[in-house]
């Protein structure tokens, strides 16, 4: 894991981010350099053919123009050889996250974050071949909670609150339908029905 210098300031390249006022960086890192023991494995055996130095050119220079970086605010991406490719996703965007490691990955100590963010379809932004991915994902977890401290604590409250409401509700309309249907009742406390003693009325009348 890197970070920036104590005064704050980023590594030298770092001129593609661009950070918002109060924003701080807190992880900044790059394929692990072991992720390039595959490209090895394969690209040695054909170098003879120099389709093999291709491979393990390409996987080498893929590496040293990745980067992650990890804010107070965001997890930013950037890639690319030729062109720049620099993606952001901030955390109140972020609705699951997930690590996985390959054989060498598992062997070597890298492997993938994956970020899955809310009406996304799949993984959004993916940190690949990084050291200690368990760690990385533990870290971005934590930047989560902290801006939502309540966390599933909250969601729960809000249910509780709404669960309630409606039980009031519900106890409201049950009083209102008992108080229509109730039959009458006289000073002696004795209930009448009030059909009965209309009818009773009109009989003494004639």
């Keep these: 894991m890197s970070s920036p210098s104590a005064d704050g300031e980023l590594p030298d390249g770092f001129d593609w981010l661009s950070l918002d006022p109060e924003e701080e960086v807190i992880w900044i890192g790059k394929p692990h350099s072991m992720s390039l023991?595959?490209?090895?494995?394969?690209?040695?055996?054909?170098?003879?053919?120099?389709?093999?130095?291709?491979i393990i050119a390409s996987a080498y220079l893929s590496?040293?123009?990745?980067?992650?970086?990890?804010?107070?605010?965001?997890?930013y991406k950037k890639r690319g050889v030729v062109s720049r490719d620099v993606k952001r996703v901030g955390f109140e965007k972020v609705q699951d996250t997930s690590y996985s490691q390959d054989f060498f990955g598992?062997?070597?100590?890298?492997?993938?974050?994956?970020?899955?963010?809310?009406?996304?379809?799949?993984?959004?932004l993916s940190f690949d071949s990084v050291a200690d991915p368990k760690r990385i994902?533990?870290?971005?977890?934590?930047?989560?909670?902290?801006?939502?401290?309540?966390?599933?604590?909250?969601d729960g409250e809000s249910k509780a609150d709404v669960l309630d409401?409606?039980?009031?509700?519900l106890r409201a309309i049950r009083a209102a339908v008992e108080g229509d249907a109730a039959p009458a009742t006289r000073d002696d406390g004795i209930a009448?029905?009030?059909?009965?003693?209309?009818?009773?009325s009109a009989a003494d009348e004639e």
């Design 63 to 75: 590496r040293e123009n990745t980067e992650y970086v990890i804010t107070t605010e965001a997890l």
């Design 192 to 200: 009448h029905d009030a059909t009965t003693e209309t009818g009773s």
């Design 37 to 54: 023991v595959p490209a090895l494995v394969v690209g040695v055996p054909l170098s003879l053919v120099l389709i093999g130095l291709a």
């Design 137 to 154: 994902q533990e870290l971005v977890n934590e930047r989560i909670r902290a801006r939502d401290p309540r966390g599933d604590a909250g």
């Design 106 to 124: 598992t062997q070597f100590g890298y492997g993938s974050v994956d970020i899955s963010t809310a009406g996304g379809s799949g993984v959004e």
């Design 165 to 169: 409401d409606v039980l009031a509700e």
